[in-house]
């Protein structure tokens, strides 16, 4: 397509010509668009979906497994990656096939159906669907051992799986469907892990995600068939394929590759930032809550601020800690990611200097108090200005539009907007129409929101 609309524009140029000029003989081998085209062009257009490890926005950054890695193959051919979105599979596989994307970098399950058109390439991976299940002397070492078990699902395919798993087995198997905006499967994965439900099934990608979260859970029982996936192209872009081949087995083991993988999957990766965590008050008897809060009173008072509202944030985003990082890059006492820095006119070098920090998080504040003028209850307000101040006011307006949608209050945080910030983890919501910024791992924003009015009431009540 993109050849089609380069050779017409040359036509449309070369006609507008009055005295056309000798031009060099260009061998034209086919219409294809292959790796030498996407290197003379420079850039490379990647297609993938919103998803917790493929691409997704995090406090303004776009990030993910898969894009940072699509990135990393774009900078050794010479390309600058440009992200198309698409909503399903079957738009991204018809993206490619009609030439609107170059590559599908996201596990792409091998089938028949689409090696007709596509070539696979770079890494295989295998997907299944895993029984999420406590660790300890009871623990279910085969299928069959599910029979007569309570299991909790709140995806379709999940549940399809075990019923079909039930009729092999000759039924037994107790299975609940519990609806996606009543609890989603990271709700569920929790619920294991608190005791509260025995078991539930998701996927290994997203449990690969979760395995620092939650150490006392077992994710080895596979219950489904091996599903393989890699990236594909079309199958006129050999060349590009088997660039991207030769890539992934040259870097597999290079440092870029490893901390990309390391970053995303790892059992050791961390959650948070990682901090020097300092107690939560310094000296309540001397009404001190920590080291910085002559700035905290400063600052806030350009917000209209409690300052110890403003400390409470600091204590949940870095433990009072200036030198904080966390996993995703954030910076500083008030956790600041480099591009929002950026953003405001801040050095992010600087970031790592209390004053600079604190001021930065009062400056975006500001703004966040204007986009939220419509909550009129001032206590919403804050929690809306927390939320986004978390995730990025992008996934909490996608939240409000859900909420709107199905008949909450979108000018209401707590019971009506913060429910849906927490389905912007499954796919039916994400993916719906009104979402614009897609997935988002937004538990951490449910419960930032939570923490920090927690932590301000206990200020409140010791710190006068």
């Known amino acids: 397509m993109r050849l089609i609309i380069t050779i017409l524009t040359c036509l449309i140029l070369v006609s507008c010509q009055t005295t056309p000029k000798p031009q060099p003989k260009k061998v034209v081998h086919s219409d294809l668009y292959d790796l030498e085209e996407i290197q003379q062009s420079g850039e490379i257009i990647v297609l993938t979906l919103y998803g917790p490890t493929s691409y997704f926005d995090y406090r303004g950054a776009m990030i993910g497994y898969q894009y940072q890695v699509s990135e990393q193959f774009g900078e050794s051919i010479g390309a600058k990656v440009r992200v198309e979105v698409a909503r399903t599979v079957e738009e991204m596989v018809t993206k490619l096939k009609n030439g609107d994307g170059d590559v599908i970098a996201y596990n792409l399950p091998v089938t028949n159906e689409y090696k007709k058109d596509l070539q696979y390439c770079g890494e295989e991976i295998i997907t299944n669907q895993i029984l999420v299940q406590p660790k300890g002397k009871n623990q279910i070492k085969d299928v069959t051992e599910l029979v007569g078990k309570d299991i909790y699902v709140s995806r379709k395919r999940y549940a399809d799986r075990l019923k079909n798993l039930n009729n ?35 996927e290994n990608d997203l449990l690969q995600f979760n395995q620092r979260t939650y150490p006392n859970l077992d994710f080895s029982l596979k219950i489904s068939f091996e599903q393989r996936a890699s990236w594909a192209v079309r199958k006129d872009s050999p060349n590009l394929a088997k660039a991207i081949d030769e890539w992934f087995k040259e870097s597999t083991q290079k440092r870029a590759y490893l901390a990309s993988a390391e970053r995303y999957y790892e059992k050791d990766k961390p959650v948070q930032a990682v901090v020097h965590r300092k107690a939560p008050i310094l ?24 300052w110890r509202l403003m400390a409470a944030q600091a204590y ?59 909550v009129h209850d001032q206590t919403e307000r804050i929690k809306f200005m927390l939320a986004s101040y978390n995730c990025g006011a992008g996934h909490v ?19 009506n907007v913060d429910r849906f910030i927490l389905l912007l983890r499954e796919e039916e919501y994400y993916n719906d ?18 923490q920090i009015m927690d932590m301000w009431r206990q200020y409140q009540s010791k710190i006068r």
Not at 191 to 196: L, M, N, S
Not at 348 to 366: N, W
Not at 436 to 448: A, D, L, P, Q, V
Request: proline share 5%.
């Open 397 to 415: 307006a996608d939240a409000r539009a859900l909420a709107e949608k199905y008949g909450k209050d979108p000018r209401v945080w707590t019971g």
């Open 316 to 374: 949940q985003e870095s433990g009072f800690d200036p030198q904080a990082v966390s996993w995703a890059g954030a910076r500083g006492l008030m956790q600041i990611m480099p591009r929002t820095a950026q953003g405001i006119g801040v050095e992010v070098d600087a970031l790592f200097d209390p004053e600079t920090s604190v001021s930065a998080a009062a400056t975006i504040m500001k703004q966040l108090n204007n986009t939220y003028s419509d």
């Open 168 to 202: 092999e087995l000759g039924g037994g198997i107790k299975i609940h469907v519990i609806p996606a905006d009543s609890l989603t499967t990271e709700e569920l994965i929790e619920k294991v892990a608190k005791g509260q439900i025995p078991l539930t099934i998701s």
């Open 433 to 450: 129409p009104v979402v614009k910024y897609g997935y988002f791992r937004s538990s951490e924003t449910y419960n930032y929101v939570i």
């Open 283 to 306: 000296n309540a008897s001397a009404g001190i809550i920590s080291t910085y809060d002559a700035l905290f009173k400063r600052y806030s008072r350009q917000i209209g601020w409690d």
